[in-house]
């Protein structure tokens, strides 16, 4: 663990949205084919079947990137959005 840095609690971490990325959307994500095309942290593009997470504040990553960061990290990497942490 870095120097100050502070892990999201484990209950929140459980209870993030995960989700395969089927390249589609529903009723309920009516546009998110058009915001889903790069992973906020990689910067990749996201592919069908990849495996993401939707934080709280609604940024998506691949799920193995955005793993190591809120095992050590209780914020956003992209907009700072503070998690519950442990």
Avoid at 39 to 46: D, G, K, Q, R, S
Avoid at 53 to 73: A, G, K, L, T, V
Avoid at 74 to 86: A, E, G, I, Y
């Amino acid at each position: 663990m870095a120097f100050g840095s502070v892990p999201a609690a484990k209950s929140v971490v459980e209870a993030l949205e995960k989700f395969k990325y089927e390249g589609s959307c529903d009723q309920d994500h009516e546009d998110e084919s058009k915001l889903i095309e790069t992973c906020v942290i990689c910067m990749e593009e996201v592919i069908i079947g990849s495996h993401l997470i939707r934080m709280p504040c609604s940024h998506i990553c691949h799920e193995d990137c955005i793993s190591p960061w809120i095992h050590q990290n209780h914020t956003c990497p992209l907009c700072r959005h503070k998690l519950p942490s442990q």
